[in-house]
């Protein structure tokens, strides 16, 4: 059964770099699409983008310029890396599993409240 | 992109109810829709996938159905633990893919 735990910091200055790590246990880091998936009052839930062990990634669209996923197979982890911040981007961030052949959710991670804020 | 569009944004409903929520796409997505339910302060759980399959361990009560633009949940007999905010998903489009704006169900 796989499990998913972001860390990361739930402060964030302005027009800063925002970093948050998940970690995956119980499962291969090669048996999905890794995504991160954020949730604020004012939008909802929103796609960030997935990536593949192997590399692959896809974005949202009105995200893209601004971030990076990456995974790290040695380490079972993978990261968001989400730049030049405003409070916009204060949100609850899921790391979740994407199916790799059809693009539902599953497990998600507990999530974890990000502060953009000076 | 494809807009998610659920319906009633709130329903009121009592234990042994039989509930119906709405989500219509704003363009043809066959079958690729996924349902949610999320709990205050926990992240949201894969109820349904490919509109109409029961994910591993849920309780035979949910149900969904519908397929092109308009598709249902069903709860067939509301019970204490499924009060809360339910969501549905498309990935007919995966760029990108999205979210309806949620449904919560609370107690009349």
């Known amino acids: 059964q796989v499990q998913l735990q972001e860390s990361g910091p739930g402060l964030v200055t302005p027009s800063e770099t925002l970093s948050l790590t998940c970690t995956v246990s119980g499962g291969s880091i090669t048996s999905y699409y890794w995504t991160w998936i954020r949730q604020s009052p004012g939008k909802g839930l929103e796609w960030i983008g997935s990536m593949y062990y192997t590399g692959s990634t896809d974005y949202n669209p009105s995200l893209k310029s601004r971030v990076t996923i990456s995974v790290d197979t040695s380490r079972d982890q993978f990261s968001l890396r989400f730049s030049s911040v405003t409070a916009a981007d204060t949100a609850v961030y899921y790391c979740?599993?994407?199916?790799?052949?059809?693009?539902?959710?599953?497990?998600w991670g507990q999530g974890t409240p990000v502060t953009v804020s000076s | 992109d494809i807009q998610m569009t659920q319906s009633p944004s709130t329903l009121s409903a009592s234990v042994g109810d039989r509930v119906t929520i709405t989500c219509r796409a704003s363009q043809s997505i066959s079958t690729w829709l996924a349902w949610y339910q999320q709990k205050p302060g926990k992240a949201p759980k894969l109820l349904i996938y490919?509109?109409?399959s029961l994910q591993s361990g849920v309780s035979s009560r949910f149900s969904g159905s519908g397929s092109g633009t308009e598709f249902t949940l069903t709860i067939s007999s509301l019970q204490p633990d499924d009060f809360a905010t339910y969501y549905c998903q498309q990935y007919e489009t995966y760029s990108p893919l999205t979210f309806g704006g949620g449904t919560k169900v609370d107690i009349k």
């Open positions: 979740a599993a994407r199916n790799v052949d059809y693009g539902w959710f599953d497990p």
């Open positions: 490919k509109a109409s």
